[in-house]
């Protein structure tokens, strides 16, 4: 009643924020549209989130059997059967491309935290590899 009594009442609706355009970019968007086409890749091993040499700029690395086959943003982790979460580490050597064999390694400050050799880990001092049912493994929806 105190609302009415100043002249606005309470409202019944809740706005929300779905898009935010600044210097006609989009910074925010709340649900982004799908791509036109979609990605069924299916990567035995996926690196998320790795800086590549020197560039500050963070990527996806998919990785399907000894080479390197998607280096990308926004790599789905339910497309892979492992993902590592390299997020903060650099991944070497920097002149990655796809189709290069997946021999990286993944470092924090000099020190070697992961080795990949041939598409497989080999160490992980970190514990960074997520194998996960709910990725695209044995029981999954993505064959």
């Known amino acids: 009643m ?11 609706k809740r706005l929300e924020n779905v898009l935010t355009v600044r ?11 799908p791509p036109a086409a979609q990605d069924t890749t299916i990567y035995d091993l ?19 059997g000894s ?10 982790a339910a ?14 050597p920097s002149a990655l491309v796809e189709g290069a064999a997946a021999d990286v390694k993944l470092v ?7 080795i990949v050799r041939g598409g497989k880990v080999v160490t992980d001092d970190e514990g960074l590899t997520i194998p996960d049912i709910s990725c695209a493994g044995r029981y999954s929806n993505y064959r």
Not at 79 to 92: D, I, K, M, N, P
């Open 46 to 64: 996926l690196i998320k989130h790795g800086r590549i040499g020197d560039h500050p700029d963070k990527v996806d690395l998919g990785i399907i």
């Open 2 to 12: 105190a609302g009415k009594a100043l002249g606005y009442s309470l409202g019944t």
């Open 108 to 114: 924090d400050a000099g020190h070697v935290i992961m």
């Open 23 to 33: 210097a006609g970019r989009i910074v925010c968007e709340r649900n982004p549209r």
């Open 67 to 76: 080479r390197v086959a998607r280096i990308g943003r926004g790599l789905q």
């Open 79 to 92: 497309h892979a059967r492992v993902v590592v979460e390299a997020e903060g580490y650099q991944v070497t």
